[in-house]
């Protein structure tokens, strides 16, 4: 028998739940942007493919929207139900920017709501696209002030602590810390990466599934793989922002993250590899000077190793493994969204170029699920690079951690939840799409735009 230990499944059950919410979080976020960018240009083009684009995202977005408030709701009632004494000591610094984020999903939440009920209910379709733009910013700002209390967690600052006591709290100092900057841009980009691509594999789903298939796919594609290769570049330029601020605030996160442990200029970037009982890396990829170029942009640089900080505030060494699939998979994707922009603009030149070749149609399917797990990883990156604390420097996790003895229970309640949910969504996503082929509804926007001339 394992005993019992309430940290252990608070860390799991938090975990889970977050693992589950990120998903539907970071959809949450994107979506709105490609929707945004799919509505201008078939306003601009007068074009009815953009339009549908538009329309049909939206609903799925709906859907997306509802799981992410039940999760989210779900992580608000675990901060105080598993993290009681965390949210004793820091509540009273974050809870400007907690109650700021149901502020701006309120604010996301009436205008989507008067855009889903107002298609075809202005004679200027501008109109009714400036109803998305809140929609777009307040998605956004959610994701930003939720960030913002992540990255106190890994920066505290505004407040004093004596004996135990917090004083002299200041809100603002509090969510403008240094990891905010880095964290709320990687957040952001990424979200719209990820979602630019699950919309580019959805488009490349339908085009291996039929050569034949409707121009709307071919359009939602190329519009979704622009955005990629855009917001795939930012998300490489703030990861590079963001290895510095490691190097500078969290040195002993960048230093498991690479598996540095002796501190060294012209440090080298290692990729993947194994660990002996010694700490001496076998079969990696070393790549010269990359970590002293990444943590100070200068090859000779000194970088701090993990040999630095007391064993028991070393971050957890798989981790290793972890950042480098994310980056991985970060240029993966950068480089299937160019691959498909060359091809493209060689098309424009040479008409016999396959730009729908079938291999490539493969990869960015592919991409979709490559970009969510990225997300997962650097999510678990980020939080678990933290440890052993839940409020770097004052508050080890332990230490906020409930002593009830029900979070095992309550495990096996929200896992359940999550699979049926998961379920839910799912068939109705399904369902919603099945029930309303592209072909059809073209037919009735045409129709209905004839009727109304």
Known sequence: MFAYDATLYSRILTEVTLAFHILFATIGVGIPLMIALAQWIGIKQNDPHFILLARRWTRGFVITVAVGVVTGTAIGLQLSLLWPKFMELAGQVISLPLFMETFAFFFEAIFLGIYLYTWDRFKKPMKHFLLLIPVAIGSSLSAFFITVVNAFMNTPQGFELKNGVITNIQPLVAMFNPAMPTKVAHVLASAYMTSAFVLASIAAYHLLRNKKTHVYHKKALHLTLVAGFVFSLATIVVGDFSGKFLAEYQPEKLAAAEWHFETKPEAPLILFGTLDENNEIKNGIEIPYGLSILAHNRPS??????????????????????????????ILLTIVAFTYLVLWKQKQKRSNINLYHKA??????????LALLAIELGWIFAEVGRQPWILRGYMKTVAGATTADYVDVLLIFFIILYVLLAIASTFILRKIFKNNPVEHELKTMNASQEVNV
């Open 360 to 369: 490539l149609m493969f990869l960015v399917l592919l991409s979709g699920p």
């Open 301 to 330: 640089a000194e970088v701090t190793g993990l040999n630095e900080f007391p064993v028991d505030e070393r971050p957890p060494l798989y981790i290793h493994y972890l950042f480098d699939l994310m980056v991985v998979i970060g």
